[in-house]
């Protein structure tokens, strides 16, 4: 268990070292209704690089080129820049009406690359993000677009956000066999009441040298236990108050309070707040290297900061896991130790092997997931 912001770990097969937990910027600016101004974003930059934190994430188009134009204004105040993992990220389009200034093919992340280095104020991205899969672009024109930035010294690194896992294996294999640069993480959303990822893309991380830095591990606030259930309507203060009528936001479901009444639960047994416990559950599952959090209050980060010093007791933990496992789906339901034994002819097979491969990541034993080899 890793318990400060300075115990650094290596971001997937890289010798990028970043902290544990990832201070995520999307919430720099209040361009989108709901961030922060520019003094509590300074104060809490301050605070997380105080701690010992270096990695930082952010797009190009995060309120609208403002979380950029103010992260560039805190590192070059600081004097930080060569201390700081600065991630950022390029897809979205923030041109009506033009094609080629978004989306993932070679003329949108030249053009998206020099516009984040100008707000940026620095001349390099430690780690460069394809922000979302746009469906079009062949792999092979984006690997070899982020391979020629490495080699020009533009990027340190690259990773996928927001993509199938096909695609991340599409292209890391070619990478592989081209002798061209690897991807080094994954970025996406995972959270107690979000964990599609450990159908295919924690597997697939583990496998092929990626980490995973989660986004949203408290589902946009609706895990800090703020919001109380109404007829199925969130009352509280924050994002989701403002983003509830998207689908895509919307964390009132009747599942999702289920989940938050046993994390209150646990949360309680254990003296921590329930943002504590959901981001501590993030922070230690399989494939997880670090877990981006997100503040709009100086109070918030606090919290925040003390969910990686301790750890949920086994039975708990296991609460949490059972109330939120994934329902099973076919093929992955197929992948038991029944079904290897059936092909392994009834001999014993490595257990922690099979754990990893035949069961999703938060059902594996934690007997097992204690030995899993550190990549
Ligand atoms: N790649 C992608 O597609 C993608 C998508 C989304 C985010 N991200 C990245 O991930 C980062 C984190 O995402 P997120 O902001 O959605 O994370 P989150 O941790 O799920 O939500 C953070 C929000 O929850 C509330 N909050 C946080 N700590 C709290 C606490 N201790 N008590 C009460 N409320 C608390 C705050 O919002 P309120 O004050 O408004 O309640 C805060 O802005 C972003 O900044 C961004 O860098 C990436």
Not at 52 to 58: E, L, R, S, V
């Amino acid at each position: 268990m890793r318990t400060n912001l300075n115990d650094y770990i290596t971001l997937g097969r890289s010798g990028l070292r970043v902290s544990p937990l990832c201070l995520g910027t999307m919430t720099f600016g209040t361009e989108w209704g709901w961030g922060a101004e520019e003094k509590t974003a300074r104060e809490v930059f301050d605070r997380y690089v105080d701690a010992g934190g270096n990695f930082i994430d952010t797009a190009d188009l995060y309120t609208e080129g403002h979380s950029e134009d103010l992260l560039g204004k805190f590192i070059s105040d600081r004097g930080v820049r060569d201390r700081v993992v600065l991630a950022t990220k390029f897809t979205f389009n923030g041109d009506a009406g033009n094609p080629n200034a978004g989306g993932n093919g070679r003329k949108n992340i030249y053009r998206a690359l020099e516009g984040s280095l100008r707000r940026l104020q620095t001349d390099y991205i430690d780690l460069y993000w394809l922000h979302a899969w746009d469906t079009v672009t062949p792999v092979e024109e984006v690997i070899s677009t982020l391979n020629d930035l490495v080699r020009g010294g533009k990027i340190r690194h690259y990773g996928f956000s927001d993509t199938p896992a096909w695609y991340v294996a599409r292209a890391q294999t070619l990478a592989e066999k081209e002798g061209k640069e690897r991807l080094v993480a994954l970025q996406l959303e995972y959270s107690l009441v979000e964990r599609n990822i450990e159908r295919e893309h924690i597997p697939a991380a583990q496998e092929l040298g990626l980490g995973i830095t989660p986004w949203s591990p408290l589902a946009g606030g609706f895990l800090s236990g703020k919001y109380r259930r109404q007829e199925n309507t969130g009352v509280g203060e924050g994002r989701l108050e403002k983003t509830k009528d998207n689908p895509a936001f919307n964390q009132f479901s009747d599942r999702n309070w289920g989940i938050l009444d046993e994390l209150v639960t646990v949360a309680n047994e254990i003296s921590k707040s329930p943002a504590q416990v959901a981001l501590n559950w993030v922070a230690t599952q399989p494939g997880i290297t670090s877990t981006i959090i997100g503040a709009t209050k100086m109070a918030q980060l606090e919290d925040n900061l003390k969910s990686i010093e301790f750890e949920i007791p086994a039975e708990l933990r296991k609460r949490l896991d059972d109330l939120s496992a994934l329902e099973p789906a076919h093929p992955y339901k197929i992948f038991n130790p029944e079904m290897q034994g059936m092909m392994s002819g009834g001999t014993r097979v490595n257990p922690w092997l099979a754990a990893r491969v035949y069961a999703p990541p938060s059902q594996q034993p934690l007997s097992v997931r204690a030995q899993a080899p550190k990549k």
